[in-house]
C-alpha cells in the first residue's frame, strides 16, 4: 500500500512542476537589454595597472632596471623566438630518460645553449637554445647534425617561447 501511495503522490507532483517549467520568462530579453544597459553610453573604460599599459602600447616587454639585481631570465620574462627540437615522444616507460639522455649529450658539446626537458601530456621533449631568428637556430641545428648524426631525423627548428638574455 505504501508503494502506490507513493506513486500517487509523485504523479500528483509532476503536473505541477511542467507548469512552473513551462512559466519561465524568456531570458532573451533579459539578455538584450542587459546588452542595451552596458553599451548605452558608449564609453568604455578599463583600469589596469600602469605597467600594463606599457606592455600593450609600446610593443615592447618590459626590462630589468638598473636598481634590479636580477637579470631578464631569472625576472622570467620571455617573447617569441625559436628552438631546435632535438627530441619529442610519448612512450611512457623510455621517453623522459631518453631526452634527458640527449639532453646530457647535447650540453657536454654545445654547453652554449640551455637545454630544456618538457612534458606537454602525452609528449616529452627535448628542446635546445634560445634563437631570436630563424636563420641563427638553422645555422646551430646544422651544427649539431654534424656532430650528432644519430639525431638528424627528429632535429627540426621551432617557435616557441624564448628567455630574453
Not at 507532483?13 to 520568462?25: D, K, R, S, T, Y
Request: aromatic content about 8%; some cysteine.
Amino acid at each position: 500500500m505504501r508503494f502506490v501511495k507513493r506513486i500517487s503522490i509523485v504523479a500528483a507532483c509532476l503536473p505541477i512542476g511542467i507548469n512552473v517549467l513551462a512559466e519561465e520568462p524568456d531570458t532573451t530579453d533579459v539578455a538584450s537589454s542587459i546588452v542595451e544597459h552596458i553599451t548605452m553610453s558608449g564609453i568604455h573604460s578599463v583600469s589596469h595597472p600602469d605597467a600594463m599599459s606599457q606592455r600593450l602600447f609600446s610593443g615592447q616587454m618590459p626590462k630589468a632596471s638598473d636598481d634590479d639585481n636580477s637579470s631578464a631570465v631569472s625576472a622570467g620574462v620571455h617573447t617569441g623566438g625559436y628552438r631546435i627540437q632535438v627530441f619529442s615522444d610519448s612512450n611512457p616507460r623510455t621517453a623522459r630518460n631518453e631526452a634527458n639522455a640527449k639532453a646530457g649529450n647535447i650540453a657536454s658539446r654545445f654547453p652554449e645553449y640551455k637545454s630544456y626537458v618538457t612534458y606537454d601530456a602525452p609528449y616529452w621533449r627535448l628542446r635546445i637554445g634560445d634563437f631570436r631568428t630563424y636563420e641563427d637556430a638553422i645555422d646551430v641545428l646544422e651544427a649539431i647534425k654534424e656532430t650528432f648524426p644519430a639525431y638528424r631525423r627528429e632535429l627540426r627548428v621551432v617557435r616557441d617561447r624564448i628567455n630574453v638574455n
